[in-house]
Structure formats: C-alpha cells, structure tokens
C-alpha cells in the first residue's frame, strides 16, 4: 500500500465514522464510493464496508445506549432479520455484472439524496 492509500484510507475512517456519529447515515454510503476511488472493485468496496462499518456501528451503539437512545428489541430484530437479506443481497451482487451494481449504487445514492431533499422541502412547510 502506498502511503496515499493509507492516507487517504484514514481520512475515509475518520470522515465516515464522524458523519455517522453526527448522522446516522449507513458507512456504505459513504465508504464505498471511496473505497471505489482507491481502486477497489465495486463487489471488494461493498464487502470491505461491509466489514469497516461493524467497529463504528459498535461504538455508536454503546455511546447512544449511554443516553438512553437505544431501543434493543427493534434493533435486535432488525438486526437478526437483516443477517437473512445480507446474505440474499451477496448472491445477489456477486452473480450480476460489476458495472451494473455499480450503477444500480448510484441509483441507491440519488434515491436516498431526493428522500432527504423531500424531507427538507416538507419539513420548511411546517
């Protein structure tokens, strides 16, 4: 690894784990584009945050139960039924062309970018 890439590998760190802290947003929105931009594959960047995000969902989770804003049944059965679509979701990307996914990933992202603008738009009518 050149020193760029760890550079630039601690900045992704650091960045996502301080917008996830700050928003809530899932490390796959923010680490796989990047990790894409370091050379990754899109199949490598999604199962590289796929791992990258379980410390950082680790200690969110620890500091939001100190004050009292974790909610461990939901969470547990989200969690566990997510276990079943993760798995579903690799097959998935692993079967289909990696350019598709790629551009099935930028849909995700224009989608989840238009939900919160809507949000903002209904919220300033209130």
Known sequence: M??????????????????????????GILFVPTLVLL?????EASATSLLAIVPTAAVGTMRQR???NLRVRPALV???????????????ATRIDEALLRRLFG???????????LQVVRDRGR
């Open 2 to 27: 050149s020193a760029w890439t760890i550079a630039a590998a601690l900045g992704l760190g650091l960045g996502a784990g301080l917008l996830s802290g700050i928003f809530g947003v899932g490390g």
């Open 39 to 43: 050379g990754l594959g899109q199949v």
């Open 66 to 68: 100190s004050y009292g």
């Open 78 to 92: 989200v969690g566990v039924v997510s276990i079943a679509g993760a798995e579903l979701g690799i097959q998935i």
């Open 107 to 117: 849909v995700l992202l224009l989608a989840v970018a238009a939900q919160l603008a």
